[in-house]
């Protein structure tokens, strides 16, 4: 069984959102469409949050976001679910 990780950087306030699903915090649907399709994206589940500091979005995983507190958020990848799926 391999397991790996990959991580990636958004906004910080996405972390509630990616980590619990839990969107109740945010005022603003296209925001949460935004993070939907970033969370869609993501090769495996976001077991961990790092806070980053303060970015230009242009050196981060959602360029389309304005500059702010940004944080990595680590994705665990099991590289045999499919073939277990399969077995």
Not at 4 to 30: K, Q
Not at 46 to 66: E, I, K, R, Y
Request: proline residues 3%.
């Amino acid at each position: 069984m391999s397991i790996r990780t990959e991580s990636f950087i958004a906004p910080a306030h996405w972390a509630t959102a990616l980590m619990y699903g839990d969107y109740s915090g945010l005022d603003d649907d296209n925001e949460a469409k935004r993070i939907e399709r970033f969370e869609a994206s993501l090769p495996g589940a976001v077991t961990d949050v790092v806070d980053v500091g303060f970015m230009l979005a242009f050196g981060t995983d959602t360029p389309d976001q304005l500059a702010g507190d940004y944080a990595e958020y680590t994705c665990l990848i099991n590289d045999n679910a499919a073939e277990e799926n399969y077995a």
